[in-house]
């Protein structure tokens, strides 16, 4: 989540234990490592995202990384409509082919991913210094032994502590031009397509996806930025307090 493992080595024990297939979904973690070994080593199968969002990107599109040849080729088939070598149709599948434009992209940027993995590193360090003294936000800790890509800055905002809920602290950030998203809300388990579906004690999920904001994070993100960004939170904090106190003041009175 977030570039940040789960327990991976864990998790292999378990499907060696029961004879399980692991397909990981690595959507973030292009470039992290566990104990210098890349994260994509692990499982069976696991599936990249090189979406314009990513820390590499190809525009819109992904990859599936397997450790053997005939998984690779079960994957080439059923990324091309199911079509085989010999132009059969052998599987189910769909058009996934990447396209030549944006592999030439994906191959121009490669050699700029390592500065700008660097660069988000810096930005990351910086909110979290300026951050860390304001009661009510909780950043997420990076896994032990771990190489990071710095691919989002999500915090958790706890909204009684701090004085405030996400919607709210949001719409005030995007008053002043700054984009923050509340990222994986609602859960997929509240949504309509799954209510019929059997629930599960879900409860630090619902905390986490309801309390959850992720904050602009670029490598061309400048240390000013980050500063004005982060002032805001503070702003908002104070006036929080001040309308608390008083119960006069409102969101359209904020500086």
């Known amino acids: 989540m977030f570039g940040n493992p789960c327990n991976v080595r864990e998790i292999d024990k378990l499907a060696n234990k029961y004879k399980l297939k692991v397909i990981y979904d690595a959507a973030h973690c292009f470039g992290v490592k566990i104990n210098g070994q890349s994260v994509l080593n692990y499982g069976d199968?696991?599936?990249?995202?090189?979406?314009?969002?990513k820390v590499?990107?190809?525009?819109?599109?992904?990859?599936?990384?397997?450790?053997?040849?005939?998984?690779?080729?079960?994957?080439?088939?059923l990324a091309n409509s199911g079509i085989d070598k010999n132009s059969c149709i052998t599987e189910y599948g769909l058009n996934a082919k990447m396209n030549e434009f944006q592999a030439a992209f994906g191959l121009a940027?490669?050699?700029?991913?390592?500065?700008?993995?660097?660069?988000?590193?810096?930005?990351?360090?910086?909110?979290?210094?300026?951050?860390?003294?304001?009661?009510?936000?909780?950043?997420?800790?990076?896994?032990?032994?771990?190489?990071?890509?710095?691919i989002y800055f999500p915090i958790i905002i706890d909204p009684i502590t701090f004085g405030a809920t996400v919607s709210e602290i949001q719409n005030y950030l995007a008053s002043h031009q700054v984009f923050a998203k509340r990222y994986f809300h609602p859960l997929i388990s509240d949504s309509n397509l799954y209510k019929d579906c059997k629930k599960?004690?879900?409860?630090?999920c619902k905390y986490i996806s309801e309390n959850i904001l992720c904050l602009p994070l670029s490598h061309k993100l400048t240390a000013?930025?980050?500063e004005y960004i982060v002032d805001l939170f503070i702003k908002f904090k104070n006036h929080r307090t001040i309308k608390t106190r008083n119960n006069k003041s409102t969101l359209n009175a904020f500086p």
């Open 45 to 53: 199968l696991s599936v990249l995202s090189f979406h314009a969002t």
């Open 109 to 150: 940027s490669l050699s700029l991913v390592d500065n700008a993995i660097e660069n988000r590193k810096k930005a990351t360090l910086l909110y979290r210094e300026l951050l860390k003294n304001i009661r009510g936000i909780h950043t997420i800790e990076i896994s032990e032994n771990t190489t990071y890509n710095y």
């Open 200 to 204: 599960y004690d879900l409860s630090d």
């Open 224 to 226: 000013s930025e980050i």
């Open 56 to 77: 590499f990107n190809t525009i819109e599109g992904g990859a599936v990384i397997s450790h053997d040849k005939k998984t690779k080729e079960l994957l080439d088939v």
